[in-house]
């Protein structure tokens, strides 16, 4: 297992301020909050992040304050650096690198169908030029689907040490945690799906890139231990059931950012500001009915403040 990575990682949301700008005080009191409540992992700039609103210049700026601000905590740091040019994409990852990011999650190209082998050069140009620790991130909903096959020879690639399953179905994830555990070198795959976390986590995978953790960061901890560091699955079920009114909610309701950022500023006090375009403020019909879906106003007590 590869321990830098075996964590919990919360796909964090972006504070921002009213004119768009990054609320790095809020950030940084969110960060500090959840690895005070046991995570060990965080994820920058990933989809919940919205790193697609934003520029190349500015995701940078973001990575070179937020990166070393949690490093020295001694939290992991995944930064997503997906974009359509691989040229921009690995730009990115050599920033990330130099703030000191342990890996960068990767998607394939956007909008173009990619074939298989193009998917197999895009990751082959990443890691032939960045130095850092590739994250493959798997999500046929927003782009090209990555087959079992070529999943085998991504492995091949020696900065590829992880992946992130996101294609909410489990004999897709169950056949990366295998083809990874056939591989020469370590590989692991963590969880991308929040409602599939308990089944993916008791058939090999080994940390989890969660939303839910925004806003349930000790609970999501405790689950993550009991399954990796306790081997107590019943434990671990327990927990998840607790756990799984929130994940229902972040992987079914249509705008999980807006949702997310508006349960940390009226449930849990952080505030979160604005969302960028092309996101809306969701009304608050659905602010109410998040709230009460997910259940949260009660599993927030089990959070450390």
């Not at 555990?181 to 008791?202: F, I, P, R, S, T």
């Not at 058939?203 to 399954?227: C, E, Q, R, Y």
Request: one cysteine or more; charged letters at 25%; proline letters at 4%.
């Amino acid at each position: 297992m590869l321990e830098k990575y075996a964590h919990v990682f919360p796909a964090m949301v972006t504070p921002m301020n009213e004119d768009g700008s990054f609320n790095y005080e809020v950030a940084k009191k969110h960060a500090d909050w959840m690895m005070d409540n046991g995570i060990g992992g965080i994820g920058v700039l990933m989809a919940a992040g919205e790193y697609q609103s934003m520029s190349l210049e500015e995701h940078m700026e973001y990575v070179n304050i937020m990166v070393p601000y949690i490093k020295q905590r001694g939290a992991s740091v995944i930064v997503g650096c997906s974009r359509e040019r691989v040229e921009d994409a690995c730009a990115l990852m050599n920033n990330a690198y130099k703030a000191g990011a342990d890996a960068a999650m990767v998607l394939p190209s956007f909008y173009y169908n990619q074939s298989q082998e193009e998917i197999i050069d895009h990751y082959t140009y990443l890691n032939d030029n960045s130095d850092l620790d590739i994250m493959v991130y798997n999500n046929p909903n927003v782009t090209s689907g990555i087959t079992r096959e070529t999943m085998k020879e991504l492995y091949k690639l020696p900065h590829v040490k992880i992946v992130k399953d996101a294609s909410m179905v489990i004999d897709v994830m169950t056949d990366f945690i295998f083809e990874a555990e056939q591989a020469e070198e370590e590989k692991n795959v963590l969880c991308g799906c929040d409602y599939l976390l308990y089944q993916a986590y008791a058939t090999g995978a080994v940390g989890w890139i969660s939303m839910t953790a925004n806003i349930l960061p000790k609970l999501s901890a405790d689950f993550h231990n009991a399954m990796i560091i306790e081997k107590d699955y019943q434990k671990g079920l327990e927990i998840y059931k607790k756990l799984y009114p929130v994940v229902n909610m972040t992987e079914r309701y249509p705008a999980p950012t807006q949702a997310v950022k508006h349960i940390l500023t009226e449930v849990i006090g952080f505030d979160e500001g604005i969302c960028r375009r092309p996101r809306r403020e969701i009304s608050a019909e659905d602010k109410a009915m998040v709230v009460e879906w997910s259940q949260i106003k009660e599993l927030a007590k089990t959070n450390k403040m």
